[in-house]
């Protein structure tokens, strides 16, 4: 379990919850409004570098 | 339960596990371990020689350990099939060295120690899961000092200990003294309706049982003292009030608080309780002979690997996942397989019956049938396309892909009738090579395209899954709750057929909002497949922010159909996020897209030439 | 991107359905109707007053014949209920099942917009449309047909599993019964009594 952060599309609330990437993928609710559009802020690799979507 | 063993279609396998189950609707094969009881189940007479000379004692699991019994056994008289079996874990040993003194004692010669487990595979059409259940163990909640207390003990040994046919042979005496309790006191929802604790849901059947054991005890030991300690007393089926109001007449309390502590005295070894009456308010002790928890039931946890092979689903409580909670409580969203009793949810038996005669009639329909139809919403691979990558293989929930192998030329193989039809696997994809029969990808584009015909900047575009999102609007239609009319919806069967091309496409149409929508992980209907539209719907996030658009203008939302509410509130935060949304940032948003289409483009023509 | 291929013989009939005043009362049918007749590859168009209800359906039959539809659109209610009703109606004049498309301009629509006459009337155009394009789309399907074992596994001997094993015997199909335990009753073979009447449980 590590804290990660969640940013909510909906409300644009910003907030850090207990998360284990062993879950991963779940269903996320913004704890502000209740929202689904909730983005994982994952660590992830510099702009461009590596990540493509196919 | 003897009805069972005399039955001419009546195959009984006990002492065996299933251990695989392949195959779709009207044609599935089970594979079947009947352990081996070492003893001939057909000639055994059940005469009880063997036993006399077994010189194991070890505690009888049938009598909850109130009585012991030997390494050869017999579960109890009554047992179906009747006859006997060896507990080898007990078992001296069959060596004539160490032991071996059952087998001569047996005229019959039905003992035959060098049999081993036998491997049964079965072709059946359908399959009825009723795994049952399992009575809460109640030693985590140490405040009961069940493990303390000798006369602490549960609803399960109270029946024991009450049975003609048990330890005791009827005679109710507590564990500690062997006297007949003069006082007894029960506690409800032990393992239930508690979150933090046991089980979060109602056990259902615990407050009658008990209603029925305090009456019970009123009837053979008149003048014995009976409470109960409740949280509520849910006494709701057909006769249950009038038991209840029996039982209050003839002198059970009930008392409304949960105790919080139990005490043993150390030389009575009674029993003090403390409880806050939670009608009057008050701090109360309470002394009783003998306490009995009135534990809860869970879903028997050995129904893991049975979920796993028939890809049923299961609530967040642990009970197996019905197609509709109201219309259709005994299928699952796997054709073919229906399921009854306790593994369902909690019931009592009358429940039980009844859910049994539902599964049997259904099964009975498909069979009568003699031949089912299979709904021409599944996928198709195109061999030319294909690469044997196996990405489809891996996010089908179902098992209805056969695996590819690159190196042997093997392509992989859609069992059509398997095929649910969630449109996974199209998705996943990257070569077009596999069709979905009626959701094709052109289908998609021609409805994004329509709705965004005219004046895409005040439209927002919906994807909804069939089962979920969609019946979510509809619920919000039925309940006449009104919201702003930007959202179209584009029907789906799973939020796993959405394309993240389709959502693309809406944007680069000028769409200043587009949504995917599905159910609620815990409801998907195609078991876990909304899995790939959270995993999908995270990439795009993660592209558009790359390409410089704005995240936010792609929405996610699980909608359950029982959440109109949900839907009507959802549509109308849209239209707020719509109206932030600037033509010149949809232009940006287009001119974007389709620069990133082209470079791709290039790059793929490029790719080609270097090949080729 | 596919473009989506318009092949030009396609006929599509769309029938726009009043729903008493369930839609009509919220919203321009008429309009509707109109806008729908200039949409490709639409040949016909007819409003009826109930769509679902037998003259309603009789129509469909009609023109389909009368006008050689060989797409059909309803635009009505939500296809969670009807789609099997207009499905079973198109394939009596002998045109394949998967021909027809919905567009639910009852729930998605005219309910949830009571107030928005113009909005409304928009909005089932643009349903009208969307469904319209997607039929043009469609393709005849073919269901497979299976064959059924005549037999059943029933997993689990306790009361549940012991009852329908004995229903479905007693309909004269195979049953195989498989306990984990030595003995079939499950729980319920170790209550000593059961409620409401207190009797035996074995």
């Not at chain 2, 399959?127 to 207390?149: I, M, Q, S």
């Not at chain 3, 109707?33 to 009609?62: H, M």
Request: net charge positive.
């Amino acid at each position: 379990m590590a804290l990660e952060n969640f940013h909510c599309l909906r409300c644009n609330h910003k907030y850090k919850a207990e998360f284990s990437k062993k879950e991963w993928p779940r269903e996320l609710t913004c704890p502000k409004c209740k929202s689904n559009s909730v983005r994982w802020l994952k660590k992830r690799a510099a702009k461009g570098a590596g990540k493509k979507d196919s | 339960m003897m009805d069972v063993s005399r039955h001419p279609n009546i195959e009984l396998i006990t002492y065996a596990q299933v251990e695989n189950i392949a195959g779709f609707i009207g044609n599935f094969t089970a594979t079947i371990r009947k352990k081996t009881k070492y003893v001939d189940e057909k000639e055994c007479t059940a005469c009880g020689d063997c036993v006399k000379v077994c010189p194991v004692l070890v505690p009888d699991e049938f009598q909850q350990g109130f009585s012991s019994r030997r390494a050869i056994y017999i579960p109890f008289p009554q047992a179906v099939p009747s006859s006997y079996l060896i507990d080898m874990d007990n078992c001296l040993g069959t060596n004539p060295i160490a032991c071996g003194k059952c087998k001569p004692a047996c005229e019959k010669k039905c003992i035959d120690y060098d049999s081993r487990d036998e491997i049964i595979t079965i072709d059946v059409g359908a399959v009825v899961v009723a795994t049952g259940l399992k009575p809460y163990d109640p030693r985590p909640l140490d405040e009961y000092g069940y493990t303390r207390y000798e006369n602490v003990i549960t609803s399960i040994e109270f029946e024991r200990l009450n049975a003609a046919g048990g330890p005791t042979q009827g005679h109710f005496i507590r564990p500690s003294d062997r006297k007949e309790p003069g006082s007894v006191g029960f506690i409800q929802c032990v393992g239930s309706r508690s979150k933090v604790r046991g089980h979060g849901y109602c056990s259902n059947i615990c407050c009658m049982n008990t209603i029925k054991d305090s009456l019970l005890l009123q009837e053979h030991y008149p003048g014995i003292e009976t409470s109960v300690f409740y949280l509520d007393i849910r006494a709701f089926g057909k006769g249950f009030e009038e038991l209840y109001r029996k039982s209050r007449e003839q002198g059970t309390k009930y008392i409304r608080g949960l105790p919080g502590e139990i005490r043993e005295h150390h030389e009575t070894n009674n029993l003090v309780l403390t409880v806050e009456n939670t009608t009057t308010g008050k701090i109360e002790l309470h002394e009783f002979d003998m306490i009995v928890l009135s534990v809860g039931v869970e879903p028997d946890k050995d129904s893991d690997k049975i979920k796993s092979m028939l890809s049923l689903s299961r609530t967040p409580d642990g009970f197996f996942l019905e197609s509709h909670p109201r219309l259709k409580p005994v299928e699952v969203p796997t054709r073919g397989v229906f399921m009854a009793g306790f593994a369902e949810g909690p019931k009592d038996i009358k429940d039980s019956v009844c859910q049994a005669g539902a599964a049997a009639s259904k099964v009975s329909n498909l069979l009568g049938a003699g031949k089912v139809r299979i709904e021409a919403v599944t996928s198709s691979i195109d061999e030319d396309l294909c690469t044997m990558c196996g990405r489809c293989v891996r996010v089908c929930p179902y098992n209805a892909i056969t695996k590819s192998n690159k190196k042997a030329n093997i392509l992989p193989g859609i069992i059509e009738a398997a095929c649910a039809g969630c449109g996974a696997c199209g998705v996943e994809c990257d070569y077009g090579a596999i069709t979905m029969r009626h959701f094709t990808d052109a289908q998609y584009y021609s409805q994004v395209e329509a709705v965004l015909a005219d004046k895409p900047g005040e439209k927002i575009v919906v994807f909804a899954c069939n089962w979920c999102s969609y019946a979510g609007g509809d619920l919000a239609g039925t309940s006449r709750m009104s919201y702003p009319s930007s959202p179209h919806l584009i029907r789906t069967m799973c939020s796993a057929r959405v394309n993240m091309d389709f959502v693309k496409h809406a944007l680069k149409l000028g769409a200043p909002i587009v949504v995917v929508s599905g159910c609620h992980f815990s409801d998907c209907h195609y078991i876990d497949a909304v899995k790939n539209t959270q995993k999908r719907v995270e990439k795009l996030w993660d592209e558009l922010e790359d390409l410089g658009i704005r995240p936010e203008r792609v929405q996610l939302e699980w909608i359950s159909a029982a959440e109109g509410a949900k839907f009507a509130r959802v549509m109308k935060e849209l239209e707020l996020l719509r109206k932030q949304v600037t033509p010149k940032e949809i232009e940006e948003t287009k001119r974007i897209l389709i620069e990133a289409e082209k470079k791709k483009r290039g790059k793929k023509a490029a790719k080609k030439t270097v090949s080729t | 991107m596919i473009a989506p291929t318009k092949p030009s013989e396609q006929r599509i009939g769309v029938f726009v359905c009043h729903c008493g005043s369930n839609i009509a009362g919220m919203l321009d049918v008429e309009a509707v109707a109109e806008y729908a007749e200039t949409l490709d590859n639409v040949v016909f168009v007819q409003r009826n007053l109930y769509t679902c209800s037998d003259p309603g359906q009789k129509e469909i039959k009609e023109a389909i014949k009368e006008h050689k539809l060989n797409r059909v659109v309803v635009a009505s209610c939500t296809p969670r209920i009807h789609e099997p009703t207009f499905r079973a109606c198109i394939t009596e004049t002998g045109l394949n099942p998967y021909l027809l498309e919905m567009a639910n301009i009852r729930e998605h629509c005219s309910w949830v917009h009571p107030n928005e006459w113009e909005g409304a009337t928009e909005k089932a155009k643009v349903l009208v449309k969307s469904a319209v394009a997607r039929a043009a789309n469609l393709d005849k399907q073919k269901e497979m047909e299976l064959p059924v074992t005549q037999t059943t596994l029933v997993i689990g001997g306790g009361i549940a599993g012991i009852v329908s094993a004995l229903e479905i015997a007693d309909g004269g199909n195979k049953v195989y019964l498989v306990e984990k335990k030595a003995t079939i009753g499950g729980v319920m073979a170790q209550l000593y009594k059961t409620y409401p009447t207190m009797d035996c449980s074995t």
